[in-house]
């Protein structure tokens, strides 16, 4: 059984090591404490509720910013051996939940140029590319594409999906 939740500390080890798993210039166990403190930030977590007897575990993490009229995904990120079982498209809708929640205009979020699989979800949810920041990574100056989710003005508490899937990959 899986619920999505607001991290707590004794769930920093296991995001942590999501983290490492997951990036090149994995965040430190004291930027996540930091974020838990910070009045805009939110770091939520997919929890495993096993049955069995065996310890519960986060296993996906979604951390976010709420900035005025705009939500900006900072991470989205699933353990390896948890992949491809829907957790990152459940906190992706936890999010946009949430930015219609607080009537919010905007989600925002960078991704990597070579991150196929992320583009690939965020599209699929509606979000469109709107930019690209060259060289932004600074571990190995890969670019970074922008992309944004708009609600529709006319009605901010519907998640309309503003983007088409089919849209081409930036050049
Ligand atoms: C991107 C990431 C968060 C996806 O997590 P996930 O929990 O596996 O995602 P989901 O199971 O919800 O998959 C959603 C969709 O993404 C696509 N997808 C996911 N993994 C894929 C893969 N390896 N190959 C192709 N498509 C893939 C599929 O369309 C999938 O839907 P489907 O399984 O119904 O076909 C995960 O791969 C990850 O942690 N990557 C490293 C961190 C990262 O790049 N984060 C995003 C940048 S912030």
Not at 73 to 94: D, F, K, M, P, S
């Amino acid at each position: 059984m899986y619920e999505v939740g607001p991290c707590q500390e004794a769930d920093l080890d296991d995001v942590v090591d999501i983290e490492r798993r997951a990036f090149k210039a994995p965040w430190t166990r004291q930027i996540f404490l930091e974020e838990l403190c910070r009045e805009w930030a939110y770091l939520d977590v997919m929890r495993e509720r096993p049955t069995d007897g065996t310890r519960e575990r986060a296993v996906a993490f979604a951390n976010y910013w709420l900035v005025r009229d705009e939500v900006h995904i900072l991470n989205i990120a699933t353990h390896t051996e948890q992949r491809r079982r829907g957790h990152a498209t459940r906190l992706l809708v936890h999010v946009l939940e949430f930015a219609a929640r607080h009537r919010c205009k905007y989600v925002t979020l960078e991704v990597r140029r070579s991150n196929q699989v992320a583009l690939g979800l965020y599209r699929a949810h509606g979000f469109r590319v709107v930019g690209v920041r060259p060289n932004y990574y600074v571990e190995d100056r890969e670019d970074a594409i922008v992309m944004l989710f708009e609600f529709d003005p006319a009605d901010p508490h519907r998640r309309e999906h503003s983007g088409d899937p089919r849209e081409r990959d930036p050049e």
